[in-house]
């Protein structure tokens, strides 16, 4: 197994937690804040891949691949976030990670690409703006909606021409819209549940070359928050 630039999962944890202690660090005065944590399900549609092998297998535009989530399959789809909230405008600011995956069929790949997937993460890691508002008077449920940007960690596994890979690195800029619920069930506790709409694009290493395609998908998620 070979690694391209690889950024390991404990880095990884290190950037969400140094973006938490930023929002942390910036937040204003009389502001609620919210810890979340969610499962769910999502379904990307079918996208061209290029694979670039540069002079040893040439460019190569695979159309029409479709994927599987295997959201309920170990490692689980889920995501977790970060954020506080204006406590009059009820505007936020959150740090998210997406641990989406997607693994293409195998039927619908070219001839000498055997296997790829992103399955340990097409890792989405967000900086959302939100805006949170209640929809009784009674401010046990609110109606929420967010968009994000930020980056992809995807951890790659491929099999091409017969050698296997897989890698954690940097990938692309990564974009998301969201519109969900949330109802309180005590007095600091909630439950989450959201549909959201992602796209990115990295450039992910395999034998000799990358793999570079567009991922835009669809996410239903539930979970629970607790606030204070």
């Known amino acids: 197994m070979t690694a391209g630039p690889a950024l390991s999962l ?7 937690l140094g973006a938490t202690l930023w929002l942390v660090s910036t937040t204003p005065a009389r502001a609620d804040w919210m810890l979340a ?25 695979v159309t029409g691949v479709t994927f599987d989530s295997r959201s309920f399959d170990s490692p689980l ?35 000498d690409v055997r296997r790829f997937s ?12 939100v805006v949170r508002r209640p929809v009784a008077a009674s401010h046990r449920a609110y109606a929420t909606a967010r968009l994000g940007a930020g980056v992809t960690v995807p951890h790659a596994e491929s099999d091409i021409g017969g050698i296997a890979q897989q890698q ?12 969900g619920t949330e109802l ?6 909630r439950v989450l549940a959201e549909y959201k709409l992602t796209t990115a694009a990295p450039s992910v290493s395999v034998a000799g070359g990358t793999i570079q395609g567009r991922y835009l998908s669809q996410h239903v998620a539930a979970g629970l928050g607790v606030a204070w």
């Open 10 to 16: 404990s880095k990884r944890r290190i950037i969400l």
């Open 168 to 179: 954690y690195e940097w990938g692309s800029v990564a974009l998301q819209a969201a519109i």
């Open 77 to 111: 789809y889920y995501g977790y976030r970060v954020g506080w909230f204006k406590q009059r405008s009820g505007i936020g600011a959150e740090g998210e990670l997406i641990h989406l995956k997607v693994y293409a069929r195998p039927e619908t790949l070219g001839a």
């Open 37 to 61: 944590a969610y499962l769910g399900t999502a379904w990307t549609r079918p996208a061209s891949l290029t694979v670039d092998r540069g002079s040893s297998g040439g460019r190569t535009i």
């Open 118 to 129: 992103i399955s340990h993460g097409l890792n989405l890691l967000l900086a959302n703006v």
């Open 184 to 189: 309180r069930v005590a007095r600091r506790v």
